[in-house]
């Protein structure tokens, strides 16, 4: 099993539509839960990071977190043509020293359509 | 804003060369990381550092892998003998690494590496 699993996609959708990306994962030890957007040949960037358990909300995009199920979500809400991306969910353990690797989901290519 | 830079954006070489990847990280922070991406496939970790030495590494990360913090800004990563399954983007990120809190890492728009 994978330690994350999220669908790849692609994810078309018309404007204004809200948007529902999920990852699901396997490692009990995850306890940061992050969300990046990457456009096609960029880097990743940073939308939002939680911690615990619930809803976090940050603009049009809420991020869900619910550790006894292993599976977070991150909703998008108006979305817009520029919302079109790769959304990747990433996860890391608690920290020791401080710094911790990021695991992955594959990513899920989204279209938002005019 | 301040972001993680990455030089070059795109670096081709031939297969058995050297290639140094460079970064310069978030000023603040403490804790460096490079990941690499494959065409069509996920990000992945390949090291952390942390106080001038290595904190992390994965399977990836062999002997033909190396980094270095040569100044107090530069974070470089070093293939010694490249080959053809190690083309992709590379990323570099930064973060702070606070104590008790998210380890929120920042990335670099990448260098894609094209190994000949």
């Known amino acids: 099993q994978k330690e994350v699993e999220q669908d790849p996609g692609p994810l078309s959708v018309p404007e204004g539509a809200i948007v529902s990306l999920n990852c699901t994962y396997s490692?009990?030890?995850?306890?940061?839960f992050m969300w990046y957007r990457q456009y096609s040949r960029k880097g990743p960037e940073l939308l939002m990071y939680?911690?615990?358990?619930g809803n976090k909300e940050d603009g049009r995009f809420t991020a869900q977190v619910d550790k006894s199920s292993k599976y977070i979500s991150l909703f998008i809400r108006d979305s817009q043509p520029s919302d079109s991306a790769t959304y990747l969910c990433?996860?890391?353990?608690?920290?020791?020293?401080?710094?911790?690797?990021?695991?992955f989901g594959t990513g899920t290519q989204l279209k938002v359509e005019l | 804003e301040p972001e993680v830079t990455q030089t070059p954006s795109h670096q081709v070489t031939q297969m058995g060369q050297e290639v140094i990847l460079r970064c310069v990280p978030i000023?603040?922070?403490?804790?460096f990381y490079w990941y690499r991406q494959i065409l069509g496939q996920k990000v992945e970790f390949l090291v952390s550092?942390?106080?001038?030495?290595?904190?992390?590494k994965s399977e990836i990360f062999d002997d033909q892998f190396s980094v270095e913090r040569p100044d107090g800004s530069n974070f470089t990563l070093k293939i010694r003998s490249t080959k053809l399954e190690d083309s992709a983007m590379y990323f570099c990120?930064?973060?702070?690494?606070?104590?008790?809190?998210?380890?929120?890492?920042?990335f670099g728009p990448g260098t894609r590496l094209t190994v000949l």
């Open positions: 990120a930064s973060s702070e690494a606070r104590q008790g809190g998210a380890d929120t890492q920042y």
């Open positions: 490692n009990s030890a995850f306890q940061y």
């Open positions: 939680t911690y615990s358990s």
């Open positions: 990433a996860m890391s353990d608690i920290l020791t020293g401080g710094g911790n690797k990021l695991t």
């Open positions: 000023s603040n922070h403490l804790y």
């Open positions: 550092f942390y106080n001038n030495e290595i904190s992390e």
